[in-house]
């Protein structure tokens, strides 16, 4: 039977900078992933890299495309009854992001592996994991077996990795709001992202490029796009978003999608050989874009452990790995949660709809006027330094 040091479930971000790290560190490995080259390469997700991230992409010379074409922000805006509150996070915190779809860095990525020489099988339909507990775990695909010193299960959050953990305990939080995402053809209305808390709840103006935005609209949790017609999302937009002197352009819409506001967080990442980085662990509410740079982190620490382990025989950073990874997260719950709450509204009927936006506009009076505050959202928002050095 064949045998690759690291066997990686998912071609998504964790799976991607993992087998990249393990690469560029003469480190065999396997990468398996379920859809076509292509499809991974198109599928519209988030857009947001943390400082932290692109300076892992700078370190490994995967910035390439990324610092070309990617916008370097410095600041991003909230709004609030028609005022507008500028946070300029460079200045706060000395750490700017950048706005560069999750599609192209998963392409840059899945060249740069290959052009390695990087052992990448797409449309595997048949990935299946066996002897979890064994030292030398099996993953079956394309009709082989493969004998795994480590299995890394990066295959988001409905992949075969997380059952193959057996029971675990793991949190599940279902939020009050849901999201009406949509790609349009047409430039920003804006230079900088703009969050926005509206008569109806949330709205939010992303960036993706000089000819394409996302945005976002806050919906009832179940809704279904069929009930949200293009003028209906427009209509939401202008109305969510609305400021004295700004106006909102429009465009053919090229997606549209519902968003499912979820947290999930196992309480253990690891089974002996079989360690799960990203969506396959835990998810975050998208409020704060983190949920791409999480599982890039999720596969920094990995490799760190891994290499220690193969290069010292040092177990520390595989016993770790969970709690380590799991601190980062429950940070980034706490945020992303922080920030919906105060950017979101509660369904009509709920008994408490009044008293939580009257507390959202006190936050956002607060954030108005503390730097304190605004230092804190800061430091958050743009991603705390990794905990590892790779
Ligand atoms: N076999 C092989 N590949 C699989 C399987 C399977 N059984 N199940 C899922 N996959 C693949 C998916 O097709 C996908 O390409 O695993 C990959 C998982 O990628 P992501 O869902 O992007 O997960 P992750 O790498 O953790 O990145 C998390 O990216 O999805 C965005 O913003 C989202 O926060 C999320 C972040």
């Known amino acids: 039977m064949r045998h690759s040091t690291v066997g990686i479930i998912g071609a998504g971000p964790a799976g991607l900078v993992l087998g990249n790290l393990l690469l560029g560190a003469g480190i065999d490995c396997v990468i398996i992933e379920r859809q076509s080259r292509e499809y991974c390469q198109k599928r519209v997700r988030a857009g947001l890299l943390e400082e932290p991230t692109v300076s892992l992409f700078r370190r490994q010379g995967w910035a390439d495309r990324l610092l070309a074409q990617g916008l370097e922000h410095n600041g991003t805006e909230l709004r609030y009854l028609g005022r507008r509150i500028r946070l300029d996070y460079g200045q706060l915190v000395g750490r700017t992001m ?13 060249e740069i592996f290959l052009a390695k020489g990087g052992e990448l099988h797409f449309e595997v339909d048949d990935a299946a994991i066996y002897g979890v507990d064994c030292d030398r775990p099996t993953l079956r695909f394309a009709g082989q077996e493969r004998s795994c010193d480590f299995v890394a299960g990066c295959d988001g959050f409905f992949g075969i990795s997380r059952p193959a953990l057996g029971p675990v305990d793991a949190w ?25 808390l509206g ?49 909102l352009a429009e465009g053919p819409v ?34 704060g874009a983190k949920g791409m740079n999480l599982a890039i982190v999720d596969a920094c620490v990995l490799f760190d452990a891994v290499r220690r382990f193969l290069s010292l025989g040092d177990e ?29 509204t509660l369904p009509e009927a709920h008994p408490d709809r009044s008293y939580s936006l009257a507390r959202s506009h006190a936050q956002l009076r607060y954030l108005e006027r503390s730097r304190a505050y605004q230092t804190q959202f800061a430091e958050n928002y743009v991603g705390f330094p990794m905990p590892v050095t790779v």
């Open 172 to 196: 599940d939080r279902h939020h009050e709001f849901g999201w009406v995402a949509m790609l349009a053809a047409v430039g920003p209305s804006t230079d900088e992202i703009v969050y926005a």
């Open 199 to 247: 008569p109806d709840g949330f709205a939010g103006h992303m960036l993706r490029s000089s000819t394409v935005s996302r945005f976002y609209v806050q919906c009832p949790p179940g809704d279904v796009i069929e009930s949200w017609s293009d003028d209906r999302i427009w209509s939401a937009l202008q109305n969510g978003l609305a400021s004295p002197g700004w106006t």
């Open 316 to 344: 520390t950073g595989l016993d770790a790995y969970s709690s380590t990874c799991l601190e980062r997260v429950w940070r980034i719950q706490d945020f992303s949660m922080w920030m919906a709450w105060m950017l979101h």
């Open 254 to 287: 090229i997606e549209k999608s519902i968003v499912d506001m979820r947290s999930y967080v196992v309480a253990d990442m690891r089974r002996n050989r079989l360690f799960l980085a990203g969506d396959s662990a835990h998810i975050v509410p998208p409020v």
């Open 98 to 110: 950048h706005v560069y779809p999750q599609q192209e860095v998963v392409t840059d990525l899945i």
